[in-house]
């Protein structure tokens, strides 16, 4: 196992190597590591395209079971682990790549249980696809002086993934059957909308996001390699994310890009009001006109974009937001979506960002503390790692979070789905339970599930 950083006597080294390889699918690579490294990788492809990582096995892990300084706790010791261990200069930068929990105060027992609040990893096999070009690092963290014997011994596995990933296409597996569908919660969902409408338009509050869960279950167990490759096809114009820890992985296609850093530059994403993609051009194009122009996704849509403006007036300096929001069509649904832009005041880091834009109103609510606490209480659930950011850092302190949303918890034999949406004083439980239909659609299909349901 692994030791985690923290301990102040403790020195540790890190080393690393890195190869360029041709022609590497990614998916492939993950899937290379289904005998050796199941339940310790990682899986990541950003929107645009041009990056994608996959991590096989841990080198290292950070992580914390904190309600507060979760966030700095994680930051402090990944840039102690760069700074202090990191003795050579690298041309790919190590990557630390995990997620946070929703809310880590919330205390019911579920399929969550073994997920911390902050669960972060440095792979021992690392693939950087940037711009058609594929790395493949070594990393190799010790207390103690470097062993050339263990470093051979992951020389000669890493060949092995890579070989093993070079000839093999995805296997084409059993396609398992879902032979169970339950509706989690679904009077306690219900319920929690029409109390949250109320109490809203009571002042209590302005916006609470309540979410549901979908429980599937399949004759044989569906493999974790096949699931991410599904998804990326029913979703390709989403954020592909896919965090293992131990019998389970969490994982999902969203849209929606919390924070991203790079070399300074900052950007985030307000996503929130929605509607169905219509049946034929002219209805797509009459509900995206009529979502523009709709009172109550327009509501639900300021309170996001006036959050994050709020953070980044804090945070960034030449801020640059569009007065009003622009639809975000995918394949299932379209958004309200604003994107806003802005250069960091010096000394901030992007976990610094994460703490302070988690959750935003498209997750959360507004007041965000009042909101967090009407979810815990009214939903029943524990969203786990679900709408809750999920992403990585790299050595020099750029990275990119998204939100966990259009996601699954896949458990052998089993997948936790989960869907939400913003409440508002106009919003009606029948349009908000249909809204959670269809956020549900690209999960479900990447499970083989029907639609028409
Ligand atoms: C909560 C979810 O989505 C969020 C809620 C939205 C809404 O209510 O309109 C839209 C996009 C997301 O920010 C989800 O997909 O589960
Ligand atoms: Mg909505």
Not at 47 to 70: C, D, M, Q
Not at 300 to 329: A, G, N, W
Not at 408 to 415: S, T, Y
Not at 425 to 435: C, G, K, P, R
Request: glycine share 6%; charged share 30%; proline share 3%.
């Amino acid at each position: 196992m692994p030791k985690t950083t923290g301990h102040k006597n403790t020195t540790l080294r890190f080393y690393t190597e890195t190869i360029e390889v041709s022609r590497l699918s990614a998916h492939a690579f993950f899937e290379a590591g289904d005998e050796k490294y199941k339940g310790k990788r990682f899986f990541w492809e950003n929107k645009e395209k041009t990056l994608t990582l996959v991590g096989l096995g841990h080198a290292h892990i950070i992580s914390n079971n904190y309600k507060e300084n979760r966030y700095s706790d994680i930051d402090t010791k990944w840039k102690e682990l760069c700074q202090s261990s990191l003795k050579e200069v690298v041309d790919v930068s190590p990557i630390l790549f995990g997620g946070f929990a929703f809310d880590p105060s919330n205390k019911i027992s579920s399929e969550w249980d073994t997920f911390p609040s902050a669960f972060f990893t440095v792979a021992t096999f690392q693939l950087v696809i940037r711009n058609e070009q594929a790395f493949v690092s070594i990393h190799y963290i010790t207390e103690e002086q470097e062993s050339a014997e263990a470093f051979e011994h992951l020389r000669i596995e890493r060949d092995t993934l890579i070989h093993t990933a070079q000839v093999k296409e995805l296997k084409v597996h059993e396609k398992p059957e879902i032979i169970e569908r339950e509706d989690r919660l679904k009077e306690e969902y219900l319920n929690a909308v029409e109390d949250v409408t109320k109490r809203i338009k009571q002042d209590e509050v302005k916006k609470v996001v309540i979410g549901r869960s979908l429980k599937l279950t399949f004759n044989h167990a569906f493999s974790a390699a096949t699931a991410i490759y599904n998804a990326s096809n029913e979703q390709p114009e989403s954020y592909l994310f896919g965090l293992e820890k131990e019998d389970k992985m969490f994982f999902g296609a969203t849209p929606e890009r919390l924070v991203k850093v790079e070399k300074g530059q900052v950007q985030s994403s307000g996503i929130a009001g929605s509607v169905k993609r219509g049946k034929n051009s002219i209805e797509d194009k009459q509900l995206g006109e009529g979502l523009l122009v709709d009172s109550k996704n327009l509501g639900e849509h300021k309170y996001v974009v006036d959050m994050i403006q709020q953070v980044f007036t804090k945070y960034c300096e030449d801020i640059k937001l569009p007065s009003r929001p622009k639809l975000m069509k995918i394949r299932d649904i379209q958004h309200l979506f604003t994107p806003i832009e802005g250069r960091l005041k010096q000394d901030s880091s992007l976990f610094e960002l994460v703490e302070a834009l988690h959750p935003t109103p498209a997750l959360g609510g507004e007041p965000r503390m009042e909101a967090v606490k009407i979810i815990r209480e009214s939903e029943h659930m524990n969203r786990g790692y679900y709408a809750a950011p999920i992403g990585w850092i790299n050595s020099e302190g750029d990275g990119e979070f998204v939100v966990g949303i259009r996601s699954a918890l896949l458990e052998n034999q089993h997948a936790y789905l989960y869907a939400g949406g913003g409440i508002v004083a106009e919003s009606s439980s029948i349009d908000e339970f249909e809204e959670t239909r269809v956020k549900f659609r690209p999960m479900l299909r990447t499970f083989g599930g029907k639609m028409n349901e």
